[in-house]
């Protein structure tokens, strides 16, 4: 028994056409994605674990979006999402984009949406191909804040001169995905990379149990991760944690994850959480229970006792708010924490330079950029210190692909083809394992 109440787009996780689809409350009382390919029949996805109040109450008072930056022109023919680049449709200035500077990696996780680390195959960009690429995104609305990505990125030895690459063309916060592996293993490594500019680490890391990384990543890797916080907090150069949360395997762990962060918390920013999905290499198979923002919301607040409550956060503004959550503490001189008043997560496609700081300003490295620091210096650093993030982002697969969400993508690809790609757009593959746009 399903009660739909919107109308939307997705498409079919078999044979990837696009299909209409309903939002409908399902006997469950949840929030199910319903639609039904001709050929390969009907398709149901958990979208939202709540009530309809609810759902409707977060998605509410979302700012309008941002306006797009058409990139390319299309076949009249060419249709969402098969018109990437982006296209005059697209609702949002893409802004956050990730540069996949290799496919080979120093590990083989049976989770990988870039299907990375598999033997005897990886190539890198050359060091032209990545010069050309800025390029391409200056003539397409840049410089926008750059995530450093693969593959695992730190196989490379180059990574200083492409950030030096990117640092003379304008761009100014380079953001490293890694699994950590080098940053544990050479010693100076952080230090070299903070120097080089790089302005944080996203650091996977999927709990403080080995059986999370032995599920994962195929190993176990806390020492490795341990270390790789110790020596980025050594090398000054900010981290976030990023774990994988998985039905089953480390949902359970938010709270330690949450608990070590803010003890690490002059080293480690924050938090962000990313609920599986299901495409690239996947080795686990879909649960009938798919984690939903509001799910993770509760277990934050029952695995932190509270300290941090699911009210306390907010969903996207960039992007469409059924993407992403997202909440600010402070430390309180006597150690306890305070939740800042809620405001809908910005990124730099808002355009204001406030704004434009916003990402860079949450996660990065500052330097106090010559003379002494005054007394306001020292308060802001305090302030930094002391502030902490917890975000998330539930990206979309074939199951659970929603047009409207993906028309307001603000983080994109940088494909030499075809310009800027929504990455849940350049991620997509069908049940083969068949991918729209990746490569
Ligand atoms: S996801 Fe955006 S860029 Fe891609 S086809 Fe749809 S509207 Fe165009
Ligand atoms: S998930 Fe990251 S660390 Fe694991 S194989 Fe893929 S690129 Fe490498
Ligand atoms: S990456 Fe996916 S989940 Fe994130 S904003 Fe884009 S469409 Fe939404
Ligand atoms: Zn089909």
Redesign the pocket.
């Known amino acids: 028994m399903y009660r739909p109440f919107a109308r939307t787009k997705s498409v079919c996780p078999v044979c990837l056409r696009v299909l209409d689809a309903e939002k409908a409350v399902g006997g469950d009382g949840h929030i199910h994605l319903v639609k039904v390919c001709p050929d390969h029949g009907k398709f149901d996805a958990l979208i939202w674990e709540g009530d309809i109040i609810d759902y409707l109450k977060w998605g509410s008072a979302a700012p309008p979006s941002a306006g797009n930056r058409p990139g390319v022109t299309v076949p009249a023919d060419a249709e969402c999402p098969r018109a990437c680049g982006l296209c005059a449709e697209h609702e949002s200035a893409g802004c956050c984009v990730l540069l996949e500077l290799t496919d080979r990696c120093n590990l083989c996780c049976p989770v990988c949406f870039a299907s990375a680390g598999e033997s005897g195959r990886g190539s890198d960009l050359s060091l032209g191909d990545v010069a050309r690429l800025y390029d391409l995104l200056l003539e397409r609305g840049g410089p926008f804040n750059i995530q450093l990505s693969g593959g695992e990125p730190t196989v490379r030895d180059d990574l200083p001169e492409i950030v030096a690459l990117g640092r003379e063309r304008g761009f100014s916060y380079f953001q490293l995905n890694t699994n950590g592996l080098r940053l544990a293993q050479e010693p100076g490594y952080a230090s070299l990379l903070r120097e080089a500019g790089v302005s944080c680490a996203f650091l996977q890391f999927d709990g403080l149990d080995d059986s999370a990384y032995t599920a994962l990543r195929g190993r176990p890797l806390l020492g490795v991760k341990l270390r790789a916080v110790d020596n980025c907090a050594e090398a000054g150069l900010p981290v976030v944690l990023v774990p994988t949360l998985a039905p089953g395997v480390n949902d359970h762990m938010l709270g330690d994850i949450l608990r070590f962060a803010l003890g690490r918390m002059s080293a480690v920013r924050g938090v962000h959480i990313q609920p599986i999905s299901y495409f690239g290499r996947c080795g686990l198979p879909q649960p009938g229970r798919r984690l939903t923002i509001p799910r993770v919301l509760r277990e934050i607040e029952r695995q932190t006792e509270g300290a941090m409550r699911a009210s306390d956060f907010a969903g996207?503004g960039a992007?469409?708010a059924y993407?992403?959550f997202h909440a600010a503490y402070r430390r309180l001189p006597d150690g306890s924490l305070r939740a800042l008043p809620r405001r809908r997560s910005q990124c730099c496609c808002v355009k204001s330079a406030d704004a434009q700081a916003f990402v860079a300003d949450r996660w990065g490295a500052h330097d106090p950029s010559g003379g002494q620091a005054d007394a306001f210096d020292e308060f802001l650093a305090q302030a930094r210190e002391n502030s902490f993030t917890v975000s998330g982002?539930?990206?979309?697969d074939a199951m659970t692909l929603d047009l409207e969400?993906?028309r307001?993508?603000?983080?994109c690809e940088a494909d030499p083809e075809r310009g800027l790609v929504?990455?849940?757009a350049y991620n997509l593959t069908d049940s083969a394992g068949r991918a729209l746009y990746r490569r």
Do not use: N
Not at 408 to 411: A, F, H, K, V
């Open positions: 996207g992007e469409s993407c992403s982002m539930v990206f979309q969400r993906l307001r993508c603000y983080i929504p990455f849940c």
